[in-house]
């Protein structure tokens, strides 16, 4: 069965700065797929990223990046010079084969919260 | 482009009554799921359509149902409501099954 886990319940950091979220996954699949979606008050999860368990090359989207690592089954999130619309609720979600269909789970989230 | 719509927002209802939410996926997606959020949890999966018939189901009673029109919109029926079932209702769309989900805003259903 897949299983995400997301330990940080909630982080606390000041402006500027640097901030990791972790996730760890598992999964009996070859194949499947992470995300990472950001829930900010209104409700909405944005989409973040998706990644197939084939490509293990880190990714950098401004000051979002992603570190995934098959080795420890893990496909953590890091915002440099962390700002205060950062603020949100981070959810880690993994999709592989079983039930049929690849339809996402979603770990509890990390709730991050920037101070001015 | 709009995205994916719900309604409505907030609702209230009690104990024992029956709710349909609404649910229009973004332009050129076919496929839509649904998931149940309680407060301070992530989002667990309730069922997706695809092709106007129920794809896959999660671990939900059959007072969950749910339907999707020839246009790809959704609704999520829940009958005899319970307390617990008080949360944020998320419909999601996507294109096909491993794509990403793209949600709505969600509604938020309060049981008293």
């Known amino acids: 069965a897949q299983k995400v886990t997301q330990a940080q319940t909630e982080i606390s950091v000041v402006e500027k700065e640097d901030v990791t979220l972790d996730c760890v996954y598992e999964t009996r699949d070859t194949t499947y797929y992470l995300f990472w979606y950001k829930q900010p008050p209104s409700g909405e999860l944005v989409f973040l990223i998706r990644r197939n368990s084939f490509d293990e090359q880190n990714e950098i989207s401004g000051r979002y990046s992603w570190n995934f690592q098959k080795s420890t089954s893990s496909f953590n999130f890091t915002i440099t010079a962390s700002q205060v619309v950062d603020s949100a609720v981070y959810f880690c979600?993994?999709?592989?084969?079983?039930?049929?269909?690849?339809?996402?789970?979603f770990g509890r989230g990390t709730s991050l919260i920037v101070h001015p | 482009d709009a995205g994916v719509t719900q309604s409505p927002t907030h609702l209230i209802k009690t104990r024992g009554q029956q709710v349909t939410l609404r649910c229009s996926p973004k332009?050129?997606?076919?496929?839509v799921s649904w998931y149940q959020q309680a407060l301070g949890q992530g989002p667990q999966f309730i069922f997706q359509y695809y092709e106007e018939e129920e794809r896959q189901r999660g671990n939900f009673p059959d007072r969950f149902s749910g339907h999707q029109f020839p246009n790809y919109s959704s609704e999520l029926n829940v009958n005899a409501l319970l307390l617990g079932d008080s949360a944020l209702y998320l419909c999601?769309?996507?294109?096909?099954?491993?794509?990403?989900?793209?949600f709505g805003e969600g509604s938020r259903l309060t049981v008293l």
């Open positions: 979600a993994l999709s592989d084969s079983s039930g049929g269909s690849y339809i996402p789970t």
């Open positions: 332009s050129g997606h076919d496929t």
């Open positions: 999601a769309s996507s294109q096909g099954g491993t794509g990403e989900l793209f």
